[in-house]
Nanobody, 127 residues
Framework: QVQVVESGGDLVPPGGSLTLSCTVS????????MGWFRQAPGKEREGVSC????????HYSDSVEGRFTISRDNANNTVYLQMNNLQPDETATYYC????????????????????WGQGTQVTVSS
């Protein structure tokens, strides 16, 4: 059974930085792409970033491109999301999930066929 545990959420001021972590168990981690998603109250889930099985290929939503960096440590079954210059409208619960394949599909932003959705970690951007 796939288990995903996100951590690292916190309260940060506008313009602040934060790094989220996600540890995965129950599968061969480096066989799969990994994605980060977020959902704010009353809003739909949004795909934030996706990384291929090797970590060499990364994808970002337009709203975070240039500010967020996704990476993975396959030796420790962990994926990270480094977030810089955070803004109040990025307050949300952030989730990571296991992709269906080893590369990120063109539909990754929709979270289609991703699995192992954890409890998420809360990021609050406020002064």
């Amino acid at each position: 059974q796939v288990q995903v545990v996100e951590s690292g959420g916190d309260l940060v001021p506008p313009g602040g930085s934060l790094t989220l972590s996600c540890t995965v168990s129950g599968l061969t981690f480096d066989d799969y792409a990994m994605g980060w998603f977020r959902q704010a109250p009353g809003k739909e889930r949004e795909g934030v970033s996706c990384v291929s099985f090797s970590g060499r290929t990364t994808h970002y939503s337009d709203s975070v491109e240039g500010r967020f960096t996704i990476s993975r440590d396959n030796a420790n079954n962990t994926v990270y999301l480094q977030m810089n210059n955070l803004q109040p409208d990025e307050t949300a619960t952030y989730y990571c999930a296991v992709g269906p394949d080893n590369y990120c599909s063109i539909h990754w932003r929709e979270g289609r066929r991703f699995r192992g959705w954890g409890q998420g970690t809360q990021v609050t951007v406020s002064s």
